[in-house]
């Protein structure tokens, strides 16, 4: 008989997998290889817009995104691109490449605060309850469903309205709040299954602590699905706080925003339709990486999860 105890052999189906697939989670050119050339084009322009957003102030080809050059230096208003400005200018001179750069840090930190808060706050709330199941589950799902009862919009609209200041802090603060109960129903619906699988069933039998069953074997598997979930939806808050910018209802200018820059260019698309076109392509494009990201991680954690 062997003298090593049961807690020294404990190994998760997680754990096993990982260690199968180790080259691939090592090897960041094995795991880029595997990916389908729609996801790479789409991480390459997530990639790219983060990386503007991020280090904006420090690159010499980003100019003011507020500067008037029409009033300081004689630059038309909506002029087409050019050496000086590659995209152009909008209908007050401004540099619409730059606007564009630093309209996507207020898009990418909303939806940034909303996926930590997601999956943080509501992945561990829906694994929690998952996993527990009885009455805490009882009062906290049913807290989740008179929340997700209400219009996203409408009780966005309501909140910030509420608070009555439009900073990007509130802004982030607000969604980030009504991003959790949508994450915790997903962690939900995978900690349910999850918690009947053969290497949890294991760790009870050997008397692992409930809370360590959660941290190790629950939490770890729950959320793969969560980052797939995760990318869609900061797609849609990437949607929606276009909607409140275009409403007027985002942050204050002269801090630029897609939506904002979308709402003051269409009154002058008869004389220039590029102003318009520039963010709406931008949104497009960035929404439509985040989903082409989220469909590939799901369709990999898939793959995985019928591998176990």
């Known amino acids: ?46 990639t790219a817009i983060i990386f503007l957003a991020v280090f904006a102030d420090f690159l010499p080809f980003i100019k003011d995104p507020n500067y008037l050059f029409g009033v300081f230096e004689g630059d038309d208003n909506n002029a087409g691109p050019s050496s000086k400005f590659i995209l152009g200018t909008d209908n007050l001179a401004r ?42 589950e009882s009062v906290i799902m049913a807290i989740v469903d008179v929340v997700l009862a209400f219009p996203g919009l409408v009780l966005l609209l309501v909140m910030v309205s509420i608070t009555e200041k439009r900073s990007l802090f509130v802004i982030s603060a607000v969604v980030g709040l009504l991003s959790i109960p949508p994450y915790t129903r997903v962690a939900r619906a995978n900690a349910l299954s999850i918690a009947n699988r053969e290497f949890v069933e294991a760790a009870r039998a050997i008397g692992t602590k409930p809370f360590r069953i959660l941290r190790r074997e629950v939490i770890p598997n729950v959320l793969p699905s969560l980052m797939a979930y995760a990318m869609v939806a900061a797609a849609f808050i990437m949607v929606l706080e276009g909607s ?30 590029w102003p318009v076109v520039y963010p709406s392509l931008a949104l497009v494009f960035t929404v439509l990486s985040l989903n082409i990201m989220g469909d590939w991680l799901r369709k990999r954690n898939a793959s995985r999860a019928a591998a176990l």
């Not at 605060?113 to 309850?129: D, H, K, R």
């Not at 002269?254 to 220039?272: E, L």
Request: charged share 15%; with cysteine.
């Open 1 to 46: 008989m062997s003298d090593i105890a049961p807690e020294e052999i404990e190994v998760s189906e997680l754990a096993v997998a990982m260690l199968e697939d180790v080259d691939d989670s090592r090897d960041v050119g094995g795991w880029f290889a595997s990916m389908p050339w729609s996801a790479r084009i789409a991480g390459g322009w997530l």
């Open 95 to 136: 540099d619409i490449f730059a606007r564009l750069v630093y309209g996507a840090r207020v898009s990418l930190a909303v939806a940034a605060t909303a996926v930590a808060c997601g999956l943080i706050v509501g992945g561990f709330l829906g694994s929690l309850v998952g996993f527990l199941r009885g009455r805490t």
């Open 244 to 273: 409140l910018a275009f409403l007027g209802l985002s942050v204050q200018p002269p801090t630029p925003t897609w939506g904002q820059m979308i709402f003051q260019a269409r009154a002058d698309m008869r004389q220039a339709v």
